[in-house]
């Protein structure tokens, strides 16, 4: 069941027929009684679901990435703002994202597979900035990669990209949780490129001021109101551990 799983996802992502070019997703899995999902309730929130929440005959969680084609980073790298390209990639891989827990979940109805999902994004508290299910953190515990100074996860294709997940109920073989960093910072002590990179000083190495850089989100939103909700910047997301994991000086 894991490979159907695999390959329905990498045939929707791989023959999407959009704006935003990708390269291919990559796939991963968790017990749903793995206790990390319980200690979810105290890294990101006390509002954080548990996978029995979104079903109550949870077996296993299913995590994916989407991630971005080279090209779409360049051109989000050079832009002295958010270029338009990368905030329509945000909103036309949400869509995409969507479509493929809808499409999955109905094929594996046609097994017998109950499955549930939440939305990529804008399913967190608007005041305290927290997810009530963080598909990062998910994803880190159904073994993708670990998280970078910026906060986000560097997966093996980086961090430039969209993730998803649901939660199904079967058992599924898990992946194992991702060992070392991924990131070079907290790896070797060098880089911390992403703060560089962040254009309001939300990011530094001592933390995230998510106040600070939901205002920006907000901005860009207004900025590309013509678009819809697109509050995305992504500039950290543009250096060395964008497409990969950076190779370090050791």
Not at 2 to 11: M, R, T, V, Y
């Amino acid at each position: 069941m894991e490979e159907l799983i695999k390959n329905a996802i990498d045939h929707l992502v791989m023959n999407y027929r959009g704006r935003t070019a990708y390269r291919p997703p990559l796939v991963g899995f968790a017990r749903a009684d793995d206790p990390g999902f319980t200690r979810l309730k105290e890294v990101v929130g006390p509002g954080h679901l548990l996978p029995r929440d979104l079903l109550p005959d949870a077996r296993s969680v299913v995590a994916f990435f989407v991630p971005f084609a080279p090209e779409l980073v360049k051109i989000h790298r050079r832009d002295p703002y958010v270029s338009r390209q990368w905030a329509e990639a945000y909103i036309e891989t949400n869509r995409l994202i969507s479509d493929i827990c809808a499409a999955l979940a109905r094929k594996l109805e046609g097994k017998g597979v109950k499955a549930a999902w939440q939305k990529p994004t804008h399913n967190f508290d608007p005041v305290a900035l927290v997810s009530f299910w963080s598909h990062k953190h998910v994803a880190y515990l159904c073994g993708l990669g670990t998280f970078g100074l910026h906060h986000m996860l560097i997966t093996p294709a980086g961090c430039a990209g969209r993730l998803g997940s649901l939660v199904v109920d079967i058992p599924l073989p898990p992946t194992p949780v991702a060992k070392g960093e991924n990131c070079l910072y907290r790896r070797e002590g060098v880089c911390a490129a992403c703060v560089k990179l962040c254009p309001t000083g939300a990011l530094t190495t001592e933390g995230l001021d998510k106040s600070k850089c939901y205002r920006r989100l907000l901005e860009v939103d207004a900025h590309f109101s013509d678009l819809g909700l697109c509050d995305v910047c992504g500039k950290c997301a543009t250096g060395p551990c964008s497409l990969g994991v950076p190779e370090g000086q050791e």
